[in-house]
Structures are given as C-alpha cells and as structure tokens.
C-alpha cells in the first residue's frame, strides 16, 4: 500500500498517515459562508482537498468527505433584510434559504467547472441546530460554558490546551489578536456559542443552561462545524482541513469546544496557505479581486485555473499572475494535443503517485506529468494526470467549443472535398480548403491510408463556416 505522508499542524511536523480505521477514512474541510460568489481565494482550499481526497480514494478502500455549507450568517441576513424591504414575498428565514439555495448553486456550478468532487456529506448549518444544542447543553453541564444575557460562552481557560494548534498561550493571543470585550464575558477571550436573535433576525429556540431556556437565538459560527463533524464523521475522524486564516480563532475553538464535550475529533489538521493577485493580498480597493465565475466567464478554462494552483504547493503562498495563466494554458493544450483519443487504460506512473503522496507535492507531480508528455506515451499521460484531474474529458469543451458534432462533421467533410479537388487535379483548390483548415486551427497530415487531421491550440470553430 502506497505510504501517504501529510503535515499535521498540530504536531508541526510531516508524518506518516495513519488512519483510524484503514477501512474507512474520514476528512471534514471547512466550507463556504454562501452570501455571494465564491472569489478565486475561496477555490485553493476546494482544489488542494480535492487532490488529497482523490489520492485517499486511490489508496483506501473506503473515503467519507464531509464539507459544510454554513448559511447562519450577518452577511446573508442582511441581503434578506434587503429583499424583504424591497417588498419580496416570504418571512425572513424562508428568503435567507432562498438566498443560500441560490449561492449554493453558485458555488456547486463554479467547482464543477474546476474540476472538483462534490464530497459524499455537504452539511447545512440550520439543519443541524439541535445537535448544536445539545452540545453547547453538554458544556455548560459540565461547566465549560455559562449564560449571560441571552449568550452562552465557552470559558477558554478552563481548557487548559487551549492555543496548542496555533502555538500562542492564552495571553498572547489577547495581546495581538482583535477579541470582543463585551460585558456578558467572563474574560475577554470567551467566545460565543449562542447569541440573541431579535425579530428581524433568523432564531431557534434556544439551549437550557442551568434549567433556563436562553431564549430565542442563533449559533456562533464555531460550534457549527463541530456539531457537524460529530454528526456525521463520529467522535473522532482522521482529517480537519481548510485555509490557514481558520487556524485562529475558528480551528482553536473548534478543538477547545469539541474535546471539552467529550469527543475525540480530528487526529491530523491541514492548511493551505493564502492568495495573492499579482503580488499583492487580493482586495476590492486594489481593484485585483475577482470571483471564479469572473475568470469562467472570461473565457479561462476551469482546468487552467486547478493548473495554476496545482503548480504551486499547497503549504505555500500561491499568486495568480497572467502569466501563470498564459502558460498554463499553453501547456495544457499541448497535452490534450498529445493525448487525443488516448484514454486512461493504464495505471498512474508511480512517480506522479508518489509526488501526491509526499503531503501533497503537486509541482513534483506536474513535472512528472511533464516527463511523461516529452515521452510521447498519450494513454499514460492521460491516466498520470487523472489523480489531479486534469485532462478530463469534461474539460474538452473548455478547450475546444463544439469540438464534437457538428465541427468534427464539417470537417470531416471539407477534408473529403479537399481530397475529391485534388483528384480532379484542381490543385488550387485544394490548396484554399487545407489554407481555411489551417485558419480554423485544423492541421492536416497526409498518408499512405488518408488525410489525418488534429486540432491546434488555436482552434476556433467559427472559422470552419464557409469552407463548404
């Protein structure tokens, strides 16, 4: 079996995977908040899992991923105000599901088109308030959280390995982190686990702490995804990934919360770095933010953008560059050129394998793929870059609009009329159509057998119009 080595974060070290269960391994990665589009940052984490959740399918017999949606949120609250104000129809709580049914669709569309599995459990946070309940009642029994003015808080200090995953103590954190100082706090770095909802505002019923109903509220963001992960990954699961900005405070108060209520939780955590555009950190005043569906819409291809971030590794700041773009794009359609028609039939190179193996190495495993393409060998090419997946037939019509059908027909047929001119001697002829094929990004090779013909990374299907 291959050996799979992955840096856990909260050991600070690369370490062999050992999962709990060889039989069944368990991953939950934090997801989206769906209030808008998903911008190109939102896509790193979705594309580094989806590699390392094709890896553990290729290695184990059995994967659970679980990756939440959380739609109890100030942003999408306020986009519902809105609607509502400007005389939508519905109560509140039915127009932020409409808002968040609306995102989601958004962002299901925007990862397929970059390739990436839709994981087997995508959990919504208001589907799971009970058990969120249950678990904020488990703490306060035990002393953990406590009840002020319709909030429940965790009491950070009474868990005593609180800042163990992000290697700061207690007070440091207060030094350098922006805390809320809120006379319903203990201390300052207590953090909310239910909070007041007025009428304006989406509520549940709230938890009973010390006999007492809360009252009407909401759940703090942290408790969602620990509510969630136990639902469905269990008391304890193997990996708890996503982008390193929830390592403090989200991830900390997650492993604070979940073990002070008895659960296991995660044994390995994982991090990808942050996006740059150009250079710079990504914001709407520099001008350089931008969504997936901008660069889609744009006309780059999905498999362009999981090539860039794949060529540079995951525990690295990556920077979107034009440039990066431009020769992804070059060498990706060099690649399908030379492995057109080929289909996976063989097994991945190992040496791709172990790239990926190796926490993730995929600019190793993109040099492998490039050994591979110089090699000529197109149906090992197509099988190697399939862990990455890349090169899908999915992403063909990315590439090439209406390749098939009706262009392959017209072309077919040009060559057939190119061949019946040069029968006929009309050489001039025959000259135009393979100058008009050649326009239209069509290059021809004659044989012994016939005319053989292949698309060039500059095909454009329009231009076949009129070659008839």
Not at 55 to 62: A, D, I, K, S, T
Not at 216 to 221: D, E, F, K, N, T
Not at 324 to 342: F, G, H, P, S
């Amino acid at each position: 079996m291959t050996e799979i080595k992955l840096y856990n974060t909260a050991v600070r070290d690369k370490v062999a995977f050992q999962p709990i269960d060889p039989e069944h391994v368990k991953m939950y990665v934090c997801g989206p908040t769906v209030y808008d589009r998903a911008h190109i940052g939102n896509a790193r984490p979705v594309i580094v899992f989806d590699v390392l959740y094709r890896l553990l399918r290729h290695v184990y017999p059995r994967v659970t991923y679980v990756r939440n949606f959380t739609d109890v949120d100030d942003r999408i609250n306020e986009t519902a105000q809105k609607r509502k104000a400007a005389g939508a129809e519905g109560t509140l709580e039915e127009l932020i599901r409409e808002r968040s049914d609306e995102t989601i669709s958004w962002y299901h569309e925007d990862m397929d088109a970059l390739g990436a599995l839709r994981p087997d459990q995508e959990p919504r946070a208001t589907d799971y308030i009970d058990e969120m309940k249950a678990m904020i009642e488990q703490l306060a029994r035990d002393g953990f959280a406590y009840a002020r003015e319709g909030h429940v808080l965790f009491r950070v200090r009474k868990y005593k390995e609180y800042g163990a995953l992000s290697g700061r103590s207690v007070d440091d954190m207060i030094a350098g982190a922006r805390v809320e100082v809120a006379p319903y706090k203990e201390d300052p770095m207590d953090f909310v686990l239910w909070k007041p909802s007025d009428d304006d505002l989406p509520g549940w019923d709230g938890p009973v702490v010390d006999g007492v109903s809360v009252g009407r509220g909401r759940p703090g963001w942290h408790i969602e995804c620990s509510a969630m992960a136990r639902a469905l990954l269990g008391d304890g699961f193997d990996i708890h990934g996503g982008g390193n900005d929830l390592q403090f405070p989200h991830h900390e108060n997650e492993i604070a919360q979940s073990k002070c209520a008895g659960h296991g939780f995660a044994n390995v955590w994982m991090h990808n770095e942050m996006l740059q555009v150009e250079g710079k950190k990504m914001s709407k005043s520099l001008g350089n933010f931008f969504t997936v569906r901008d660069l889609l819409d744009q006309g780059v291809p999905g498999e362009v953008i999981r090539f860039v971030f794949l060529s540079t590794h995951y525990r690295k700041p990556m920077d979107w560059t034009e440039k990066k773009r431009v020769e992804a794009e070059a060498t990706l359609r060099k690649w399908r050129e030379i492995a057109q028609n080929a289909s996976p039939v063989v097994a991945p190179d190992p040496a791709v394998i172990a790239a990926l193996a190796d926490d993730l190495n995929t600019p190793l495993a993109i040099a492998e793929l490039h050994r591979i393409a110089n090699s000529g060998d197109a149906e090992l090419l197509v099988s190697s870059a399939r862990p990455l997946a890349l090169l899908l037939r999915d992403f063909e019509a990315q590439f090439w609009p209406e390749v098939d059908g009706l262009s392959e027909e017209i072309i077919e047929e040009t060559i057939e009329l190119r061949q019946r001119a040069k029968a006929m001697r009309d050489f001039e002829k025959a000259d135009a159509i393979r100058d008009g094929l050649a326009a239209a990004g069509v290059k021809l090779k004659d044989t012994v057998e016939g005319v053989d013909w292949e698309r060039d990374h500059d095909f454009d299907p329009s231009k076949l119009e009129g070659l008839l």
